[in-house]
Nanobody
């Protein structure tokens, strides 16, 4: 069973930055797609950033230009650097992993436990 463990959430003022990190226990980490979802109160969970095995990245429109996803295959980590944060970025952020970007966007195989990000105005 693969475990994903997130860290780095917290409280930040609008305009500030946070970096989330996720450590995977998967032995085949380097061939999988990785992503960060978020879920705000009363809203559906949404995929905000994804990166495939080759390093190709995708972002939802609301975070493009402000968030950067990256991966380190040697450390088995995927990070999300968040800048110019807005109150509407407040949510629980979840790390996810799947064999492909397509599956990641539909139904990831593995999820982290989530980390709270709160952006105050």
């Amino acid at each position: 069973q693969v475990q994903l463990v997130e860290s780095g959430g917290g409280l930040v003022q609008a305009g500030g930055s946070l970096r989330l990190s996720c450590l995977s226990s998967a032995t085949y980490f380097r061939v999988d797609a990785l992503g960060w979802y978020r879920q705000a109160p009363g809203k559906q969970r949404e995929l905000v950033a994804a990166i495939n095995a080759g390093g190709l990245t995708n972002y939802t429109d609301s975070v493009r230009g402000r968030f950067t996803i990256s991966r380190d295959n040697a450390k088995k980590t995927v990070d999300l650097q968040m800048s110019s944060l807005k109150p509407e970025d407040t949510a629980v952020y979840y790390c996810s992993q799947a064999p492909s970007i397509t599956q990641l966007s539909r139904r990831p195989l593995y999820w982290g436990q989530g980390t709270q990000v709160t952006v105050s105005s």
